[in-house]
Each structure stands twice: as C-alpha cells, then as structure tokens.
C-alpha cells in the first residue's frame, strides 16, 4: 500500500516539475538535475510495483484450505469410528441371535425337568420286588403320580402359552383341523362341525403349532 501512494505521489509531481523546467531555463533548481531524473523515471513507469508477498486473497484460499482438509480428517475419523461401532454391534447382534436360538427354550426346558422328576417317581413305584398284596398300593400311587404329573404340565403348557385345543363342537376350519374321516351328524351335532377328535392339537401364543386330527359331522349316514 505503501508502494501505491508513493507511485501516485510522483505522479501528480510530474506536470509541476516539467512546467518549472520550462519557465526557469536560465535558474538552476537545487533538484534540478536529480530530481528531474528520478521523476522522470518514476513517472515513465505506467505500472506499479509489485508487492512483496502473497496477495490478501492468496491467504485467504490458504486458510480456506487448510480448514477444509481439517475438516475431512475430522470426518474420516469420525467416519472410521462409526464403521467400527457398526461392526461390533453387528457383532454382539448376532451373538444374541445365536444364543437366543440355542437357549430361548431355557426356561421351557427347567420347567420340563420338574415334570421329568415326578414321572421318575412314579416309575420307582413299579418294581419286580413288588408282592402281589401290593399291587393295589402301588396302582394308587402309579394313578396319584400320573394325576400329579398331567396337572404339572398343564401348568408348564399355560406358562409358556401352549395351549391345547378342545375343537369339538366348533366349525371345521383347516388351517386348525386335519380332517380324517367324515361321520353322520347324530343328535346335537352340526353338520360340518367337529364331532370327534382323534389327536389333540396345540397352540402356541395363539399360532397353531399341530393340526387336531378331527372326524367331521356330514348330512349323509354314510362313512366317506
């Protein structure tokens, strides 16, 4: 800046000092000589001078610049960082998934081994040690046993949502009943209602899990 000004300085001296020269041949001007000709040369130059150093506008790209690569590495690590935690998530999700498969019946599993106790129990009553006078004791204790056994695992079945279907009487649907046979309708049976039930079916969490096998009431006195 400083360069600038001095150059326009000059510059506006230059018309001064050519009409001095031109009145006053005859006087010596003291700056005469030196001062026309440094004049004369700074004033030819139609250019400034050069600036020593980058422009304003140079530093600032370079500052720009350096932020912006800042910046990137602060994303590329922060990116780096999320990759990984997203991996190691993925990770444990599947470690989960994996002991769900292997362990989610656990608790299913503790309450089986209760009913298994109770059925060992009942089989140590029948030995070949057992008299004959006997027979009668150990019938009661084999039926108490089984009693107690069935009643167990209706608990189990209750606790963990299985339930037992008791189609008899309902409509035949089949996505719940496997149809085995048709049989005519007798007295307070529909026809196509279910009339016999030939193997229980189950639900689990209201989902069929096993069809019952079903003989359905028909019109027809005859066996299909």
Not at 74 to 97: F, G, K, M, P, W
Not at 137 to 160: C, D, N, P, Q, W
């Amino acid at each position: 800046m400083a360069a600038r000004l001095l150059w326009a300085v000059r510059r506006q001296m230059q018309p001064l000092a050519s009409h001095a020269a031109s009145e006053g041949r005859g006087w010596l001007h003291p700056f005469s000589t030196a001062t026309q000709r440094t004049a004369g040369e700074d004033c030819n130059s139609e250019d400034p001078p050069d600036e020593l150093g980058p422009s304003l506008a140079e530093r600032a790209l370079k500052l720009k610049a350096v932020k912006l690569e800042k910046e990137v590495q602060d994303l590329t690590v922060r990116y780096q960082r999320a990759v990984a935690d997203s991996e190691n998530i993925r990770r444990r999700t599947q470690r989960c998934v994996e002991d769900a498969k292997i362990f989610g019946i656990q608790s299913f599993c503790k309450d089986l081994v209760e009913v298994a106790d109770i059925l060992e129990k009942t089989t140590e009553c029948i030995s070949e040690e057992t008299e004959p006078a006997d027979q009668k004791l150990t019938l009661e204790k084999i039926f108490r046993g089984l009693s107690l056994l069935e009643a167990k695992l209706k608990s189990v079945f209750a606790k963990h949502g299985l339930e037992k279907m008791t189609p008899i009487g309902d409509k035949y649907d089949p996505h719940e009943h496997e149809l085995i046979c048709h049989v005519p309708a007798g007295v307070g049976v529909q026809p196509g209602t279910v009339a016999f039930v030939r193997q229980d079916g189950y639900k689990l969490h209201g989902r069929t899990i096993r069809l019952a096998r079903v003989e359905v009431a028909v019109e027809s006195q005859r066996r299909l």
